[in-house]
């Protein structure tokens, strides 16, 4: 099974002419017993960049390693990621380099957004330049968020500037609380919901990695929160992972750092708690939400370590969906969640408490969004995210 899965991808590499003194040992344990292939970041050690590229066989299975910036490991800059084919077992493994293919491309146009895409089919676009649909309000103009993000099949899974809600805008990280100095600022709404504060603009900086990969393709980059004074109070690094589409799936990690400027405090809406990682849905058809304790209702604060909307988008006549995986390393694992059938999935976070940053300090959330055929149990969202929490673990010998 190993090797039929990954043979599309190993026809794409060559092999260097290597020594015996290029060819390593690694030990993989905690493999479990997942039936899903599992997009792992093995956090190594010494891991060179001088390699990018490796080949991991033990004589019957086999799969490839890619040295990329690490995103979960804060202890290490650079990781090696693989998805292992769910047939993989425990035990050593040989690898060596090779040469492989990218198969993911990155194409950045005159809008001021980049677009990841895998096999010439688009997977998301990063809009880092200031956005603003036709017929909405200048207030609402931003930057700094996905969309379109695809499904499998290429169907559009998120929306921008719906008219119900234009502040809402596809996979997006703001708050509709922010205090600099005692004064109230909105970055969900930008201008509050009445154009009655002053405004706050998440502002793009500079790339730092554009990397694609056979396995992964990776960017990170620099925003910071700009008051309508133009005073800047809050760095934010934006890092983000898309791993190549697997017979289960796609995942796609996203880590957020937040380092403060001046004095700076946040939060969710008064009672509700709403805001934090977000993920307006795209119009569609017969909406499930659910999570490990199955259907789920619209609600407010739940803590969940996971969440799925899954539904039929553009009228394909079949389920699609995405669900987000909260990172065990977060503070107040498992944050509450925003769960709402018109299409918003959004884990919020702190919910109604206040984070308060002084300069110099900084706090960092971590996820992955899981996209998938299917509704969450076809989508196999459960076994996903247990991929994702206690992923295997590979030691280099």
Known sequence: MAKHLYGIALILVTLFSCSSKDVKT???????KSNIDAPVEFAIPGTSGETK?????????????????????????LSLCSILP??????????????????????ENEKGQLQVIENDEPVFTYNFGMQLANEAPERYRRSSYIHPLYDLQGNILT?????????????????????????????????????????IHHIFEKWITRETGAVCAVIKLKNYWQLETKEK????WVSIRVFRKANNGRAID????????????????TTKGYGGLNFRFAPREQTELTSYEGKEKDSDLKNLSWADLSAIFNN??????????QHKDNSDFPAGWCLRHYGFLGIAWPGVERIKLNPGEQITLKARIWVHDGNAT???????????????QMTLE
């Open 254 to 269: 996203i880590s957020l750092t937040w380092k403060s400027i001046v004095t700076v405090e946040f939060e969710g809406q």
């Open 26 to 32: 690694i030990s993989i344990i905690n493999t479990g």
């Open 159 to 199: 929306e921008d500037f719906p008219d119900d809600h234009y502040h809402h805008r596809g996979v997006s990280w703001m708050w509709p609380k922010v205090f600099v100095a005692g004064e109230r600022y909105d970055l969900w709404h930008i201008y509050g919901k009445d154009a009655e504060l002053p405004g």
């Open 233 to 236: 109070v809050m760095d934010e």
């Open 86 to 107: 769910s047939g993989i077992k425990e035990g050593t493994y040989s690898i060596h380099p090779i040469q492989a293919k990218s198969i993911f491309t990155l194409e």
């Open 316 to 325: 394909s006549g079949k389920f699609s969906g995405a669900a987000i995986f």
């Open 53 to 77: 590229f490796y080949a991991a066989s033990n004589g019957s299975e086999e799969f490839i390693l890619q040295a990329t910036p690490t995103l979960f490991h804060s202890d290490e800059k």
């Open 378 to 392: 076809e989508g196999m969202c459960e076994e996903a995210y247990e991929a994702f929490q206690n992923p295997p």
